[in-house]
C-alpha cells in the first residue's frame, strides 16, 4: 500500500465509504481503443463518456480507486475557475472570458447530472459557497469579481458586509463573496460512483497497476506496467499529482503541493458555526477551507507543504489554522488527519491539452472537486473526433514553470513560502 493510500485510510472519507469493491490487477497483455492512467475523477469521467460514445476503455490505477486527491479532497462545490471573472476579462477579454467561465460552470451541471442519473449516494447538499475576506482591502476585489459575475457572466453572487457575514459562519471575516451555486458533497463516495457506473457501462478498471512507461507506436501508444502492457490509439494521463515518469510535457506545467485537512469529533452544536451549512474558504494565498459534515463534525483544510514527505503528526500540522479561524474550537478532538498532493500550474488555470495521441487534464488548482469530472467529459469528446469545447481550455495552457526539473520545485517553494508569509503579515 502506498503513502497515499495510507492517508486516505486515515481520513473520514475512507471511514465512511459506502462501496468497498476491489477491482483486479493487470495481470497479463491487453488492447483498447483508450487506455485512461489514473482511477480517480478525470480519468473515471473520461473512461465513462468514451465507453457511452463506442470505444474501449481500459482504466490503469496504480492504488485504490480514489485514493489519489479524487478521494480526499475538501468535496467543495465551487463554480468556475479559480482565477476569477474579472481576472479572466483582464485577461482573454469578456467574449472569451465568458466561454471560458461557461464551460467551467458546465461541470456543476455535469456533476449532479451524474449523481442524479447513476444514483451515487455522496451526501450532495447544495447549501453555497462563501468566500470569506480575511483583510478589509478584499472587499473591493468582491465588488469588482461580483460586477464582473453579473455584468459579464450573467451569474449572481453576493457581496456580504461583516455582519451578515458572520451571520453564516461565525468566525471574524471583514465580509464575504457569498455563490449560491455552491455546496459539497462526499468525494470518495462521488468517485466510487463513477467507477461504478463506468465499470457497469463496459469500462475495464484495474488496480494496482501503476503505469511505469509509455511510448508511441505506429498505430498509438504502448502503456507498461509492472505486470502487463496495455496497447491503445489513444492514452489519457489523468494522475494528476501522482504522475511521474510517463510526460516531461505534463509534469513540466503542474507543481504537487501537499495539503492536508481533519476532522474533529462530533460537535454538540455544529449548526451554530455554519448555520447555513455552506462550503466555506477564505480569501488567503494558502487557503483555509471547511464545511460541516452529516454526522456533526467540522471538516476543515489548512495550511500546505511543498514536499512529498507529510508532516509527523498531521493533526497538530492542521490544528493552528483551525484554531485561529475557530477560537471556540480550540483543544476540540481531532478524529480524522489525512492528506496528499494536488496540483497547481503557473496561471492556476487547467491544463489541460494534447499531444498527437496522448491527452491530459490536470492541474485544477484547488478546484478539482467538480473541474475534474469535466475534464474527463472534454477528454473523451476530444478522443473521440469532437475538440470544440476541449480546444477552449487547450488554447490557455499553461507555460511551464522556469528552471526545467532541476529548478521547478526550489523556485516554486521560494515564491508560495513568501505568498504564505505576506498571509501571516495580514
Given at each position: 500500500m502506498s503513502n497515499d493510500d495510507l492517508a486516505v485510510e486515515q481520513s473520514w472519507y475512507a471511514a465512511t465509504r459506502n462501496d468497498r469493491t476491489q477491482f483486479p490487477a493487470l495481470a497479463a497483455d491487453a488492447r483498447a481503443d483508450l487506455v485512461v492512467v489514473g482511477g480517480g475523477a478525470t480519468g473515471l469521467s473520461t473512461a465513462l463518456h468514451a465507453v457511452q460514445a463506442g470505444l474501449s476503455?481500459?482504466?490503469?490505477?496504480?492504488?485504490?480507486i480514489g485514493f489519489g486527491a479524487s478521494g480526499r479532497n475538501g468535496g467543495q462545490i465551487i463554480p468556475g475557475l479559480r482565477k476569477g471573472a474579472a481576472d479572466l476579462v483582464g485577461l482573454?477579454?469578456?467574449?472569451?472570458?465568458?466561454?471560458?467561465?461557461?464551460?467551467?460552470?458546465?461541470?456543476?451541471?455535469?456533476?449532479l447530472g451524474l449523481i442524479d442519473r447513476y444514483a451515487i449516494d455522496c451526501e450532495l447538499r447544495l447549501t453555497g459557497h462563501l468566500l470569506g475576506a480575511v483583510k478589509s482591502g478584499q472587499l473591493r476585489?468582491?465588488?469588482?469579481?461580483?460586477?464582473?459575475?453579473?455584468?459579464?457572466?450573467?451569474?449572481?453572487?453576493?457581496?456580504?458586509?461583516?455582519?451578515?457575514?458572520?451571520?453564516?459562519?461565525d468566525t471574524a471575516y471583514h465580509g464575504a463573496l457569498f455563490d449560491p451555486g455552491g455546496g459539497h458533497f462526499h468525494t470518495l463516495n462521488y468517485t466510487l460512483g463513477l467507477a461504478r457506473a463506468a465499470s457497469t457501462a463496459g469500462?475495464?478498471?484495474?488496480?494496482?497497476?501503476?503505469?511505469?512507461a509509455l511510448a508511441r507506436t505506429r498505430t498509438g501508444v504502448t502503456v507498461t506496467t509492472p505486470h502487463g502492457t496495455i496497447d491503445a490509439r489513444h492514452a489519457v494521463l489523468a494522475g494528476d499529482a501522482l504522475?511521474?515518469?510517463?510526460s516531461r510535457r505534463v509534469e513540466g506545467r503542474i507543481m504537487p503541493v501537499a495539503n492536508y485537512i481533519v476532522t474533529t469529533a462530533a460537535l454538540a452544536g455544529p449548526a451554530a458555526l455554519i448555520p447555513g451549512d455552506a462550503a466555506v474558504s477564505d480569501a488567503r494565498f494558502v487557503v483555509n477551507y471547511y464545511r460541516r459534515t452529516?454526522?456533526?463534525?467540522?471538516?476543515?483544510?489548512?495550511?500546505?507543504?511543498?514536499?512529498?514527505?507529510?508532516?509527523?503528526?498531521?493533526?497538530?500540522?492542521?490544528?493552528?489554522?483551525?484554531e485561529r479561524t475557530f477560537p471556540q474550537l480550540r483543544g476540540v478532538a481531532l478524529d480524522?488527519?489525512?492528506?496528499?498532493?494536488?496540483?497547481?500550474?503557473?496561471?492556476?488555470l487547467p491544463d489541460i491539452g494534447r499531444d498527437g495521441p496522448v491527452l491530459w487534464a490536470h492541474g485544477y488548482s484547488g478546484q478539482g472537486a467538480i473541474l475534474s469530472t469535466l475534464g474527463g467529459a472534454l477528454l473523451a469528446e476530444a478522443v473521440t473526433g469532437d475538440a470544440t469545447r476541449f480546444d477552449r481550455f487547450a488554447g490557455i495552457a499553461p507555460g511551464a514553470f522556469p528552471g526545467g526539473g532541476a529548478l521547478r520545485g526550489p523556485l516554486h517553494i521560494l515564491g508560495m513560502l513568501w505568498y504564505a508569509l505576506r498571509d501571516r503579515m495580514g
Open positions: 476503455v481500459v482504466v490503469l490505477e496504480g492504488g485504490r482573454y477579454g469578456p467574449e472569451r472570458a465568458r466561454a471560458l467561465f461557461d464551460l467551467a460552470v458546465e461541470a456543476r451541471r455535469l456533476v476585489e468582491f465588488d469588482r469579481e461580483a460586477a464582473a459575475l453579473q455584468t459579464v457572466m450573467g451569474y449572481d453572487a453576493q457581496v456580504l458586509g461583516a455582519a451578515d457575514s458572520r451571520e453564516r459562519v469500462v475495464r478498471i484495474v488496480e494496482h497497476s501503476p503505469a511505469v504522475l511521474t515518469g510517463l452529516p454526522d456533526g463534525r467540522l471538516m476543515f483544510g489548512g495550511g500546505e507543504r511543498y514536499t512529498r514527505r507529510p508532516p509527523a503528526d498531521i493533526a497538530a500540522f492542521v490544528r493552528p489554522f483551525l480524522h488527519a489525512w492528506g496528499g498532493l494536488v496540483s497547481v500550474t503557473r496561471s492556476r
